[in-house]
């Protein structure tokens, strides 16, 4: 059942012109951004003395890259849960012979099989620098890696605000809101004192920043599965309320 409901999603995204208009913006920016790196690169190479073309043209393009999909899944993710309620069937889905877990499940991969194709477009651009250099194969192996976790994470978040209203764009603002905060709280956490640490570990940058840099530190694939799990079963929890008051 999850994964018929994931199917339906899936189709339902790609009928809508939406997706289609904020990949073709998210992948243009993404080439760009590479263009413009690899030209600093190869007439700037004193600057970056020390530092390879993993380190700065394939790390900084993921980065970009995460920046962007964080931006725009938001906009993905917001009818998942709120059309449903705006429209009424969501109770049809209720009395349907199927678990909440299973609709929060087969939702969350619908929106993550969309971000996928992303990812994959995101990959095949990367790779294209094989043809006139060697990257570092486990580096940007542990940067795609990084970049997929945090889009599990940004898509169980934007399912989550999604069940919180019957309004789309108040989801997508929430979504933003908790994306804003989580990406930014590492800077609040330099002037944290004692509390810092909870801070860094709280935030996303130091995370993602750790796997685009190679390092593959459990610690860090442990955080985006607490959050995306944790997402997830508050979504359900809110999902399950709603059935309780109908």
């Given at each position: 059942m999850p994964i018929a409901i994931a199917l339906h999603e899936f189709r339902r995204f790609i009928?809508?012109?939406?997706?289609?208009?904020?990949?073709?913006?998210?992948?243009?920016?993404?080439?760009?951004?590479?263009?413009?790196?690899?030209?600093?690169y190869l007439e700037q190479q004193a600057v970056w003395q020390g530092f390879g073309i993993t380190e700065t043209v394939v790390a900084g393009t993921l980065r970009m890259a995460g920046m962007l999909l964080v931006l725009v899944t938001p906009f993905l993710t917001?009818?998942?849960?709120s059309d449903e309620q705006r429209h009424g069937t969501l109770s049809l889905l209720?009395?349907?012979?199927?678990?909440?877990?299973?609709?929060?499940?087969g939702k969350f991969l619908g929106i993550l099989l969309l971000l996928l194709c992303s990812l994959a477009l995101t990959a095949l651009l990367v790779v294209s620098l094989w043809f006139g250099t060697a990257p570092d194969a486990g580096q940007v192996g542990a940067g795609l890696l990084g970049l997929f976790l945090l889009l599990c994470a940004v898509a169980a978040i934007g399912l989550f605000c999604s069940t919180l209203t019957r309004q789309p764009a108040q989801a997508?603002?929430?979504?933003?809101?908790?994306?804003?905060?989580?990406?930014?709280?590492?800077?609040?956490?330099?002037?944290?004192?004692?509390?810092?640490?909870?801070?860094?570990?709280?935030a996303i940058m130091p995370h993602f920043g750790n796997l685009l840099s190679g390092m593959l530190d459990t610690a860090?694939?442990?955080?985006?599965?607490?959050?995306t799990g944790g997402s997830l079963v508050l979504a359900g929890w809110r999902l399950d309320t709603l059935r309780e008051y109908r």
């Open positions: 009928r809508s012109p939406l997706p289609w208009f904020l990949f073709a913006l998210v992948h243009f920016l993404e080439a760009m951004i590479l263009f413009q790196m690899l030209s600093a917001m009818r998942l849960c209720f009395t349907a012979p199927v678990r909440i877990s299973q609709v929060v499940i997508a603002a929430g979504a933003f809101a908790a994306l804003f905060l989580l990406w930014i709280l590492n800077l609040a956490g330099a002037n944290a004192g004692p509390l810092a640490g909870i801070f860094f570990w709280l860090d694939i442990a955080y985006f599965l607490i959050l």
